[in-house]
Nanobody, 124 residues
């Protein structure tokens, strides 16, 4: 399965962006899907995760109340709506998928499928 992330760009603080992650070569409709980000000079960190079939998604404390993860199984995509963006949200955002299990892991090592990343830049 290949993942393709898109939707990044330059936005002013307080603005919004919607990232999308499309899966090809298979379906990840039954998998836990997540978003991670990596700012320049920093380690990759967890942002959000969502489990197929419902249940509460999980968010990093830094994005709670501002970001929303969702999926469209018909389109085989996972989306990340980002509102009230802050300069500290500037990073390359990666979508990822687990191959098995239903735990909403925040550990990137638990994810085996990765997109190429999409850059989000938030200006102050």
């Amino acid at each position: 399965v290949q993942l393709q992330a898109s939707g990044g760009g330059l936005v002013q603080a307080g603005g919004s962006l919607r990232l999308s992650c499309a899966a090809s070569g298979g379906t990840l409709n039954n998998n836990v899907m997540g978003w991670f980000r990596q700012a320049p000079g920093k380690e990759r960190e967890f942002v959000a995760a969502h489990r197929w079939g419902g249940g509460m998604p999980k968010y990093a404390d830094s994005v709670k109340g501002r970001f929303t993860i969702s999926r469209d199984n018909a389109k085989n995509t996972v989306n990340l709506q980002m509102n009230n963006l802050k300069p500290e949200d500037t990073a390359t955002y990666y979508c990822a998928g687990r191959s098995r299990g239903t735990y909403l892991s925040t550990n990137m090592d638990q994810y085996v499928y990765w997109g190429q990343g999409t850059l989000v830049t938030v200006s102050s």
